[in-house]
């Protein structure tokens, strides 16, 4: 390459235009013969991945004889080794289907030259939320659709399903082998599903957008039918017509014997390990497992549980008689020669008892997850995996034995795809993820605990993060800050999931919560000296611990350290440092939370003792250490009365509550955490205020108190602690009741350092005030990029009615409020009779956009502002007219709700 | 349909010169008067198309204060490009530059490209850098020179697709003499484009490393 470089530049210097185009062409046709060789080498590659693939897509009911043929020695190994899942599968490629930043016609455009089913994760800046762009077959008309995906604060979902996902790639993976709510499974692109390694994947997953124009993304060979999914029933000709009637998909019932012929075909299992223990109990007096596999092999009827579940509907039968034998039949395809194996293996030692011994479940669970953490980092023969096999057909079944929660198996029968799965071969490693796929329906518990399931199953260190799981919490053990506390409360848990929870010790990592992995990782990263984050972060530490004179004062220290951690989220949140990118596994509304959390545990958490050393230097320096010290004293030996207080004070015992807390919060790194302890406190001394006189006190009773009390508990240390708080809290959370404490605790210390006898002490100094002013302006106003921290609280919404003409409203609203709760509130502001009638629009460039029902009317707003070129817009509640439906997406997007 | 890229760009430059300024105008296309300077750093982003991709710059605005100049390294340290300012009515700034220069030299990534902007464009009437001593420089040590306003956004978009051109350059020298070649052709007929200007800069600064 350097010589070429070389040669085009002496013939630039002859100045030549012509020889310069000449090399540029002989470049590009070596070039080109690049192309071709790695198309040469793919086409290789496809070749031999091609065993594989059909024997993955020995579902479509197609060249199955070749296969046997082909592959008559195949024991299963060769296959298990060198298989990836969906899962993994997804995450290595993310670059090419995960593209936030496309638009509609970019995504149109890629979208339509490729085969139904394949589909790419973007964000309509319509909606102003990820979309699920599916290429469609011609039978429907468009030839895509966009299946927006609803974020709720927790947890990923499609809209109008009730099955909820950790992140994005739970989700997509979920689709590409039952539809739900879609019209077919998703499917990858055919260079992907075949690839058989990590490096091949990666390599594909280097070329990102360019993926779909390259020629790496080629068609098989001979491709199996185009529309697999609605045409892939050829076992069963009748359900073609139930599963299309005019182009709509209908929804089909799915019977738990169904779902166990998908088993059979190792195409997905439900399996919640949560349920592990629940399962086992239900089974333990049910038949032993031999019994529970071979009919199921064998016919239709299903001799294993005794009948909780309805009988299969007739079609069932029909269905899956003649494809069960077939399975068998094949009994050299890697599949079933696998079950079998497994089989043989394990099922002596536990036939006895179908279940394990706790201690060995245990240990297999373990190994399930590390397993599938391994199946990622390096295909991995299938010997590890065999304490798994043996008990895993037996979860299978069970999930779907109707044991434990018979809600679960029944949602996941009525909402997805027609059992045989023929549709989905891509999946094989379900059987090696089953923990990372654990998917439930309507249970709510389930559903909540979806949530927790291992994130990044792909992290190979499971030990090592129960270690960090309790350093997470903050040096010492805390209760949980109150928003935590929340979410906790809404775990609706049986108690013997919960029991359960604690026995699983081993797995217990991967039971944290996403917002913990990705807070785990980052700091992770922060440490890693060869990402450009790593080194920001390592430098900036050791910068501020090596150059102390660097800040003139305490406030400078701190607003450094609050700018550059402001600065370094905004880095993460916009670069492509973190990958996969932090929107496919935190839903929108909680990344900065998640991002500011990460900031305080990889900068404030090896920066504290240091942080607090300056802090004290500057104090003692400036003097106003000694200052509190001498007064302190001084406030001490006054009576309440003295200092304003007409409340009743907290006796003895209270104050040495107090000073616990304090004493605890001195240990916290992080200002939120602290702050929560502060208002702990102040609720305490509210409730004393209280509770001793039965009146309720107000604001003006209480900076009395709180100095009165904080002179009690005599720690110096406090100050600096307000000051870290003060500085170092994130912005958005100067607004609530952590700015208004803060400031009270500012005010107390204030007064107690200004104390002179003769001074009556109930007001702040000017200088205080002072400070307290520029402290609120310079930690408010200091961001320049508009966000919707900063139109957060209020909307303006005009009203458009025949009889009224224009009228105009501010509303106050939340930040994350959305349409269908701004109607609402329009409904009743402006009197109107009819809401089912009206809708909030958008009006802007001259154009009205109805706003679907969960559009967030106030990051709209945010965009627009943000926008280089400042537009007019307006939000306009005014009737609908004439249409049938609730909703519409505005400018063709097209109706989902009514679909 | 087009492939994203990240450039991370820094800023350096003396202070009160006028770099976020720069910055501001070319994020936001804002101009602020009473701006405060900077602590530390900040960050921000913009994305534009350049050739057949889409370049989406990753700006750290440096601090300019003296006393924040040993934060500068973590912030050139992983970039791809640096915009060094100075303003043309003090020169003062523009010994700055050239200690900044003299700084990526020795400590900075070996590749990285450099742009020299000559901010304040719009008081030529008190300048005390002469637009040619800059270009001298420029040419001496191989970067971009261009002289901007961020308060009248004159060369501001041109300061930033100039560096995306030299990125480019610097990553695939046959395409961009192709389409150097083209715009050569094309300048004949049409010769006032600002790009084909940029380009013909990058073409003779390929000319002279030869």
């Keep these: 390459m350097s010589s070429r470089t070389m040669g085009t530049r002496v013939l630039d210097k002859r100045g030549s235009f012509f020889k310069l185009i000449d090399t540029i062409a002989s470049e590009i046709g070596e070039l080109k013969q690049e192309m071709v060789q790695t198309d040469v080498s793919l086409e290789n590659g496809l070749e031999s991945a091609e065993p594989y693939s059909m024997v993955r897509h020995k579902g479509d009911g197609y060249s199955e004889e070749k296969d046997t043929k082909a592959y008559p020695r195949d024991s299963g190994y060769d296959s298990l080794s060198n298989r990836l899942s969906i899962l993994d599968q997804l995450l290595h490629t993310h670059p090419i289907w995960l593209q936030l930043s496309l638009s509609e016609e970019g995504a149109a455009q890629i979208l339509q030259s490729q085969p139904p089913g394949i589909f790419l994760v973007r964000k309509s800046t319509k909606m102003q939320k990820k979309v699920l762009s599916l290429r469609l077959p011609c039978e429907f008309g468009a030839p895509l659709k966009d299946f927006p995906i609803r974020e709720s604060t927790y947890t990923f979902s499609l809209e109008g399903s009730g099955i909820s996902f950790a992140d994005l790639f739970r989700l997509i993976a979920f689709y590409c082998i039952s539809r739900d709510v879609l019209p077919f499974t998703l499917k990858l692109p055919y260079a992907i599903s075949t690839a058989k390694t990590e490096a091949q994947l990666e390599e594909l997953a280097q070329l990102g957008i360019n993926f779909w124009s390259s020629p790496a993304d080629s068609q098989p060979p001979n491709p199996p039918p185009p529309h697999r999914p609605l045409s892939s029933d050829g076992a069963c000709p009748g359900s073609h017509q139930l599963c299309l009637i005019n182009g709509v998909h209908s929804i089909k019932t799915r019977t738990p014997s169904e779902l166990e012929c998908s088993q059979s075909n190792g195409a997905l299992c439900f399996i919640n390990p949560l349920f592990l223990k629940v399962h086992s109990q239900d089974l333990s007096g049910s038949l032993p497992r031999p019994n529970t596999r071979i009919p199921s092999v064998n016919g239709t009827e299903r001799p294993r549980s005794p009948p909780p579940r309805p009988p299969p509907p007739f079609i069932n039968s029909l269905r899956t008689s003649p494809q069960l034998p077939r399975t068998q039949t094949q009994a050299s395809m890697p599949e079933t020669a696998n079950h079998n194996k497994q089989e043989a293996g394990a099922v002596p030692g536990a036939k006895p008892t179908p279940i394990p011994p706790p201690r060995l479940k245990k240990q297999a669970s373990f190994l399930e997850a590390e397993g599938g953490a391994k199946t990622l980092t390096g295909s991995r023969p299938g010997s590890g995996c065999w304490p798994i096999p043996s008990l895993e057909p037996e979860l299978s079944t069970a999930g779907s034995a109707g044991g434990a929660p018979p809600s679960e198996a029944q949602g996941s029968c009525t909402k997805s795809q027609p059992p045989c799965s023929e549709s989905q071969p891509p999946w094989n490693g379900g059987r090696q993820r089953l923990s990372d796929m654990s998917i439930s329906t309507s249970s709510s518990d389930s559903l909540e605990f979806d949530r927790s399931m291992p994130l990044f199953g792909y992290e190979v260190d499971t030990n090592s993060s129960l270690e960090d799981y309790e350093g997470e919490s903050d040096q010492e053990t805390m209760p949980p800050p109150i928003k935590s506390k929340k979410r906790s409360s809404s775990f609706v848990l049986p108690k013997i999931v919960k029991s359960q929870l604690r026995k699983m010790s081993g797995v217990f990592s991967s039971f944290m919560t996403p917002e913990k992995r990705m807070v785990r990782r980052i700091a992770e990263l922060s440490r890693d000296k060869c990402t450009y984050f790593g080194c920001l972060v390592q430098d900036y530490v050791s910068f501020l611990q090596e150059n102390k004179e660097c800040h003139v004062s305490s406030t400078d220290l701190l607003q450094t350290i609050r700018q550059f951690m402001t600065q370094v989220k905004n880095y993460l949140a916009q670069s492509s440092e973190l990958d996969p990118p932090i929107e496919s596994l935190i839903p929108e509304d909680q990344i900065d939370v998640v991002l500011e959390k990460a900031m305080h545990k990889c900068i404030l958490k090896p920066l504290k003792g240091h942080v607090e050393t300056m802090l004290k230097d500057f104090h003692v320096a400036d003097g106003s250490w000694k200052q509190l010290k001498d007064n302190l004293q001084l406030v001490r030996q006054r009576n309440p009365q003295e200092l304003g207080v007409f409340a009743p004070t907290p006796d003895f015992v209270d104050v040495e509550k107090i000073k616990v807390k304090f004493m605890t919060m001195q240990k916290m790194y992080s200002p939120e955490k602290k702050v929560m302890l502060l208002l702990r406190v102040c609720k305490l001394i509210y409730t004393v205020m209280g509770n001793n006189s039965g009146r309720m006190y107000g604001a003006d009773d209480f900076l009395p108190v709180l100095t009165y009390v904080i002179a009690q508990c005599d720690m110096l240390e406090l100050d600096t602690e307000i000051e870290y708080m003060m500085e170092l809290l994130d912005p958005s959370l100067l607004h609530g009741e952590g700015g208004y404490y803060l400031t009270s605790a500012y005010g107390a210390l204030s007064l107690i350092k200004n104390f002179q006898e003769e001074q009556a002490a109930r007001l702040l100094s000017s200088e205080t005030r002072d400070t307290l002013r520029q402290w609120h302006k310079r930690r408010t106003t200091n961001r320049t990029i508009p966000s919707v921290d900063d139109f957060q609280n209020y909307l303006r919404v005009a009203f458009q009615d025949v009889s009224s003409g224009c009228t105009g409203k501010t509303l106050l609203v939340r930040p994350y409020i959305t349409t269908e709760d701004v109607c609402q509130l329009c409904a009743e502001k402006f009197k109107v009779r009819d809401p089912e009638e009206f809708s909030l629009f958008l009006f802007v460039d001259e154009t009205w956009q109805q706003l679907a029902e969960d559009t967030y009317p106030q990051k709209i707003k945010a965009e627009l502002h943000s926008r280089p070129q400042p537009h007019i817009f307006h939000f306009v509640y005014k009737r609908v007219k004439n249409h049938p439906y609730g909703v519409i997406f505005h400018n063709g997007e097209e109706d989902l709700t009514t679909a | ?210």
């Design chain 2, 1 to 210: 349909m087009m492939a994203i890229r990240e450039l991370k760009v820094c800023l350096l430059g003396d202070t009160g010169v006028g770099k976020s300024s720069i910055v501001c105008r070319f994020v936001q296309d804002h101009f602020d008067h009473n701006i405060s300077p900077t602590i530390g750093a900040s960050f921000m982003t913009k994305t534009v198309p350049c050739g057949n991709e889409l370049h989406k710059f990753l700006i750290w605005d440096t601090a300019g204060q003296e006393r924040f100049h040993s934060l500068a390294p973590m912030y050139y340290r992983g970039s791809a490009a640096a915009v060094i300012v100075y303003d043309i009515t003090k020169q003062d700034s523009f010994h700055t530059l050239k200690k900044w220069v003299k700084e990526l030299k020795e400590h900075g990534p070996e590749n990285i490209v450099m742009a020299i902007a000559g901010n304040k464009c719009d008081l030529s009437d008190i300048r005390e850098v002469p637009l040619k001593d800059a270009k001298e420089y420029a040419e001496f040590i191989g970067a971009i020179v261009v002289e901007t306003s961020a308060k009248n956004a004159i060369n501001i978009e041109e300061l930033f697709q100039g560096i995306s051109y030299k990125g480019l350059l610097a990553r695939r020298p046959q395409l961009v003499a192709l389409s150097l070649t083209m715009l050569c052709c094309c300048s004949l007929t049409n010769p006032s484009e600002v790009e084909s200007r940029f380009l013909l800069h990058h073409l003779f600064s390929v000319c002279k490393i030869c």
